[in-house]
Nanobody, 124 residues
């Protein structure tokens, strides 16, 4: 099992940046693919980015490609999401999730472990 705790969210002006972190407990963090999802008020949870267990493969949704960067440090049991050039439509609760697959996927059902979320609010 793995437990996940996100941090780093906050209020930022449009065009600003944040670095979201997700700290994982457990000795087997490196065996999980990791993903970031987000959910805006009144909307369904959507995929943002994913990274393979080794960090060698990453994939982004079209809406964040070129602005967000996912990375991981297996020695620190942490996955990051660097979010740049933020837009008001990026406002959401951001969740990290762990998948027992090696590459992860865009589908939330493939992730068995979730954090509690961190709020990102972008003002115009």
């Amino acid at each position: 099992q793995v437990q996940l705790v996100e941090s780093g969210g906050g209020l930022v002006q449009a065009g600003g940046s944040l670095r979201l972190s997700c700290a994982a407990s457990g000795r087997t963090f490196s065996s999980y693919a990791m993903g970031w999802f987000r959910q805006a008020p009144g909307k369904e949870r959507e995929f943002v980015a994913r990274i393979s267990w080794s960090g060698g493969f990453t994939y982004y949704s079209d809406s964040v490609k070129g602005r967000f960067t996912i990375s991981r440090d297996n020695a620190k049991n942490t996955v990051y999401l660097q979010v740049n050039s933020l837009k008001p439509e990026d406002t959401a609760v951001y969740y990290c999730a762990a998948s027992e697959t090696r590459l992860g996927s865009r589908e939330s059902n493939d992730y068995g472990y979730w954090g509690q979320g961190t709020q990102v609010t972008v003002s115009s």
